[in-house]
C-alpha cells in the first residue's frame, strides 16, 4: 500500500500566507493552546460553499522540539469520528440501497443480543425491542462505555461481551452516548453486507471519493508519518503510534464501528463536501465537480435532531449543536458534527455550506489533559467570524 501523500494537491489554495492573516485568530488559538500543552501540533481544513479556503497545521507530533512538525496533510487517529466516517456513512448507504431498516430489532441481525436478554437485570426483556435506529441515535440504554478489553483479550470474547452487556435504561427512554452500542452496530453492518466493515467503507465510501489517506489499520509504512497518541504502560506497554488508541478496537483487531479509522484534514473535508453536496440545504449551490454517495432525503433523515428520547441532541449516528457545544457560538440548528477522544473533530452546517476538520492529538502522552473542551470552541468561533458568517 502506498504510503498517504504528504503534499497538498494542486490548485486547493491559492495562498498560504494569506490563509494565515485571514485566520490570524484562528492561528493564535491552536498555537496558545500548544503552548499551554492542549496537544502537541494540530492539522485543520475550511471548507466554505464547497471550496477549501483553510489548510494548513501547527506545532509538531510530541511536545519534543526535535519530533517532526505536523503539515495540513498528517494523517490522525480519528477515535470516534470513524463513527460518522465510516460506519454512519455505511449505514447511510444501506438505507439508501433499501438493505437497512432503521426499525430491523437488533437481535434479529445479532441473535447473540436477543440471547444476552437473559441476563438479569431490570431490562432484561427490553433489549429484544432495541433496533438499528436505537443504536445510531445512541438511544438503546446501553452503557457508554465499559473497559472490556481488560478481561476479553480476544476479538470474539470481547464482542460476546458487547452482546451480553446489560442495559441501564429501557431503549427511547435515556440518550447515552454508547460506543457499545456502536461496536453492535459495526457487527450488525458485516452481517447485512456479508463482509467486513473495512472492506466495505475502502470500496463503497473511500475509493469512490478518492481518499487516499482514509484506512482503518495504517501499514507500518505509515507509522513514521503518524502521531502518537499515548505511552501506554498499562495495556500495551509501548508508545501507540500508527496503531488505534482506543483498547477496545484494539481488541478487535483495529476495525469496529466505533474507532479505528486514520485519516487528514484533506480527507475529511472531501467526506464533508460530499455530505453538503447531498444535502437538501446545499446540492443546487455546490460546484459541478462536487459529489455525493447518498440522496438528499437520506442526509436529511440521518442529519435531523431525534423527537426522542426528550432532550437529545442526537441524529442518526450524528451530533447537533447544543448548549456549549465544542462547534462554538455561530453553527446553525441545521449543523451536524462529531467528535474524537484523542482531539478531533469534524463539524459541518448546512445551511451555511460550511465544514472545519481538526485533528489533533491531545492524549499524548497521557490523556490526562481537558484543555482542549476550551480550544475547541474557541477556534470554531475564530473561524466562522474570520468568514463573515457569523
Known amino acids: 500500500m502506498h504510503p498517504p501523500p504528504t503534499d497538498i494537491p494542486s490548485g486547493i489554495l491559492a495562498s ?50 526535535a519530533s517532526p512538525a505536523v503539515t495540513p496533510m498528517t494523517v490522525y487517529d480519528l477515535a470516534s469520528v470513524t463513527k460518522v466516517f465510516a460506519t454512519t456513512a455505511a449505514a447511510m448507504l444501506l438505507y439508501d440501497r433499501k438493505r437497512l431498516d432503521l426499525d430491523t430489532l437488533v437481535g434479529d441481525v445479532l441473535p447473540g443480543f436477543a ?125 501507540i503510534q500508527g496503531e488505534v488508541h482506543d483498547e477496545n478496537c484494539f481488541v478487535l483487531g483495529g476495525v469496529s464501528g466505533h474507532a479505528g479509522l486514520f485519516s487528514n484534514a484533506l480527507d475529511l473535508l472531501q467526506y464533508a463536501s460530499c455530505i453538503l453536496f447531498g444535502s437538501q440545504d446545499q446540492a443546487a449551490a455546490q460546484p459541478p465537480r462536487s459529489q455525493s454517495l447518498f440522496t438528499p432525503a437520506t442526509v436529511q433523515l440521518f442529519a435531523s435532531r431525534q423527537k426522542s428520547p426528550i432532550g437529545s441532541s442526537r441524529a442518526l449516528g450524528w451530533d447537533t449543536p447544543s448548549g456549549e457545544s465544542s462547534s462554538g457560538r455561530h453553527y446553525s440548528a441545521r449543523s451536524i458534527g462529531h467528535l474524537g477522544y484523542t482531539g478531533t473533530s469534524l463539524w459541518i452546517d448546512l445551511v451555511r455550506g460550511l465544514a472545519v476538520a481538526l485533528l489533533t492529538n491531545r492524549t499524548w502522552p497521557d490523556r490526562s489533559t481537558q484543555a482542549i473542551r476550551a480550544v475547541r470552541p474557541a477556534f470554531h468561533d475564530a473561524v466562522v467570524e474570520a468568514l463573515s458568517i457569523t
Not at 22 to 50: K, M, N, Q, T, W
Not at 131 to 157: C, D, I, K, M, V
Not at 174 to 194: C, M, N, P, Q, W
Open 115 to 239: 440471547i444476552g436478554a437473559q441476563v438479569r437485570s431490570p431490562w432484561h426483556r427490553e433489549r429484544r425491542k432495541i433496533t438499528l435506529r436505537h443504536l445510531l441515535a445512541h438511544s438503546s440504554g446501553l452503557p457508554a462505555y465499559a473497559r472490556l478489553f481488560e478481561a476479553n483479550r480476544t476479538p470474539y470474547a470481547l464482542l460476546e461481551a458487547c452482546l451480553s452487556m446489560p442495559l441501564e435504561a429501557s431503549p427511547g427512554t435515556r440518550a447515552e452516548y454508547s460506543d457499545i452500542g456502536f461496536i453492535l452496530l459495526g457487527k450488525a453492518l458485516e452481517v447485512l453486507t456479508h463482509e467486513p466493515l473495512d472492506a466495505f467503507c475502502d470500496r463503497e465510501i473511500f475509493a469512490p471519493l478518492a481518499l487516499t489517506a482514509t484506512r482503518y489499520r495504517p501499514p507500518s509504512t505509515w507509522r513514521a508519518l503518524i502521531p502518537p497518541t499515548v505511552d501506554d504502560r498499562a495495556f500495551r506497554g509501548r508508545v
Open 16 to 65: 498560504t500566507s494569506y490563509q494565515r492573516e485571514r485566520f490570524a485568530a484562528a492561528y493564535s488559538v491552536l498555537e496558545s493552546a500548544i503552548a499551554g500543552h492542549a496537544f502537541p501540533g494540530a492539522a485543520f481544513g475550511v471548507l466554505l460553499d464547497g471550496e477549501i479556503v483553510a489548510l494548513d497545521a501547527v506545532g509538531r507530533f510530541t511536545y519534543d522540539p
